[in-house]
């Protein structure tokens, strides 16, 4: 296989392997910086089980929200979801399709995985992930063609 970028191999140094689940929640939380560059505050609904919970990891490898800061919280639950906030409230909630989870469950196992996960992290944000976000003060908008 061609080999991992940076990034990826970074990624997976600190999380130990490369699945789909912790290139997703990386990709989430890019996303989520790129939006909220200032103060950014996350709350997981992944609960503690992996793989579904390697998202955790993804997510405060890219956008800051990590543990040790306080500013992500892992709720209960077995969502491939994640709310991010600003200080202000501005929010952009990043929820993995339901087709896309579908075929990560289905296509789950050790042998391939770092094949599979390289392919999601190049695919197009807009394919994987459904955004909605909530400015303060105003309605309501949902942004799928989103990268
Ligand atoms: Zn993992």
């Not at 560059?37 to 609960?47: F, L, M, Q, S």
């Not at 906030?85 to 952009?92: I, P, Q, S, W, Y």
């Not at 770092?114 to 955004?131: A, T």
Request: hydrophobic share 35%; aromatic share 6%; net charge neutral.
């Amino acid at each position: 296989m061609e080999e991992l970028p940076l990034e990826l191999r970074i990624l997976k140094s600190f999380h130990g392997h490369l699945g789909p689940y912790v290139v997703l929640g990386y990709k989430m939380g890019r996303m989520a910086r790129e939006k909220f560059p200032e103060k950014i505050y996350a709350n997981v609904y992944t609960g503690n089980k992996p793989p579904l919970s390697c998202l955790v990891d993804g997510i405060q490898m890219s956008s800051s929200c990590t543990l040790g800061k306080g500013n992500i919280t892992v709720n209960k639950g077995s969502f491939a979801m994640a709310n991010f906030m600003d200080e202000v409230g501005n929010k952009m909630v990043v929820e993995l399709k339901k087709e896309m989870r579908e075929k990560v469950d289905r296509e789950m196992a050790k042998e391939g995985e770092e094949e599979r996960s390289l392919e999601l992290f190049l695919m197009d944000n807009s394919q994987l992930f459904d955004v909605t976000q909530t400015a303060v003060n105003r309605p309501t908008q949902t942004l799928t063609g989103r990268r």
